[in-house]
Every structure is written in structure tokens, then in C-alpha cells.
């Protein structure tokens, strides 16, 4: 027993010498909601409408990376679901020809945009990044195609344009941010505890092995 004692204080000393200091470094680099979303505004075009929008959500009280991208994703989708139907409005209201040809081309242009954000949301519970960041810039880009399709826009339409668009990049700033290492290390003590405990166990089994065969051997 004494042999069984000593191997599993020796297991769990090396089980705390390799998560302390790692857990240590990991929650020291775990930064409140707040931060996270100054941090996160401070690299976009239009800062105020990042910090209204995503402060006004009630889910970013307690939200860390993850959470932020998950309501930059829902913002920008319903902003952008809004210029769609308001472009196949204005499209149905008018009888201009070349009017209705560029309200047709931006249809089709948001159309893929909403696509490209069903697409982000996909790589962000994946925790694809890059992809995130890559879907991100592709729904930017239809709002640049549309954009260039008019010489003058409505207002209405030139609004809202610009605030679906402001609201992607805050998908970009978060696709860019720095990934806390933590969920790593919270997964790396759950194996390292499981390694001990059927450690523990094998040399239990063991001994009792041990002691069965000496008492037959008595």
C-alpha cells in the first residue's frame, strides 16, 4: 500500500507541475466582456455603432470571443437581410429599366451575402478563423458590388447599405483577435486527470494481485 501511495503522489505532482503554471499563464490572458469588446471596436471603421450594437445586446454581458462573434454574426445577418428586402422593394416599385436593373444586380449581390454569413456562423462554432474571416470579407464584397452598381443611391438604401456593411467588419475584427488558450488547458487536465485515475486503479488491481498470490502461496 505504501508502494501504491507513493506512485500516486508522484502522479498528481506531476499532474500539478505541468497545469498550474499553464493554468496560470491561460486564466491570466482571459479578459472580461467589456474588454473584449473595446478591444474588438477599436479596430473598426465605424467604433460607435460596434460598441452600441454589441453592448445593446444582452448576451454580451457575459459573452467571451465566441459570444461576440456569434452576435456580430446575428446583427450583421438581420441588417443585411433588411437592405435585401428593402432593394427587392424598391425593385418592385419602380418601372425604370435601368433602375430596375441595378436593384435586380444588388438583389442578387445580398442574396449571396446572406449566404456567406449562414456560411460564417458555420465556421465559427467550428472554430474556423480564417474561414470566418474569409466569408466575412466575401459578404463586404457583394456590398462593394452593389455599391458600384449606383452613381447616386437612395438614401434609405445608401443607409442601410452602410450599416450592414459597418456591422461585418465587426465579424473581421473577431475573425482576427487573439484566441485565448484556455479551453486547451481546461481539456488537458480533464486527460490528465483521467490518465491518474486509471493509474491509480492498475496499481490497486495490481497489489490486490499481489496480495491474493502470497496469501495462496502461505
Do not use: H, W
Not at 73 to 102: F, H, Q, V
Not at 139 to 150: H, P, Q, T, W, Y
Not at 159 to 185: H, N, R, V
Amino acid at each position: 500500500m505504501a508502494f501504491s501511495s507513493s506512485i500516486s503522489a508522484l502522479l498528481l505532482s506531476l499532474l500539478a507541475a505541468i497545469l498550474v503554471p499553464n493554468l496560470t499563464l491561460a486564466n491570466a490572458s482571459v479578459k472580461s466582456s467589456s474588454q473584449l469588446i473595446s478591444e474588438v471596436c477599436s479596430k473598426v471603421p465605424n467604433s460607435a455603432l460596434c460598441l452600441e450594437a454589441l453592448k445593446s445586446d444582452p448576451r454580451s454581458a457575459n459573452a467571451d470571443l465566441v459570444g461576440l462573434g456569434r452576435i456580430s454574426i446575428d446583427l450583421t445577418k438581420a441588417a443585411t437581410k433588411t437592405t435585401y428586402e428593402l432593394i427587392n422593394s424598391l425593385l418592385n416599385k419602380t418601372s425604370d429599366r435601368r433602375l430596375r436593373g441595378r436593384y435586380d444586380f444588388c438583389s442578387v449581390c445580398y442574396g449571396r451575402a446572406v449566404n456567406d454569413l449562414d456560411d460564417s456562423e458555420k465556421s465559427l462554432s467550428s472554430g474556423k478563423y480564417l474561414e470566418l474571416n474569409n466569408f466575412a470579407a466575401a459578404a463586404l464584397e457583394e456590398k462593394d458590388l452593389c455599391e458600384d452598381n449606383f452613381n447616386v443611391q437612395p438614401e434609405e438604401l445608401k443607409q442601410a447599405i452602410q450599416k450592414a456593411g459597418d456591422l461585418c467588419y465587426i465579424i473581421l475584427s473577431i475573425a482576427k483577435q487573439p484566441k485565448p488558450p484556455f479551453p486547451i488547458m481546461f481539456e488537458l487536465e480533464k486527460l490528465l486527470v483521467a490518465v491518474v485515475t486509471v493509474a491509480r486503479s492498475c496499481i490497486g488491481n495490481s497489489i490486490s494481485s499481489l496480495s491474493v498470490s502470497e496469501a495462496e502461496k502461505g
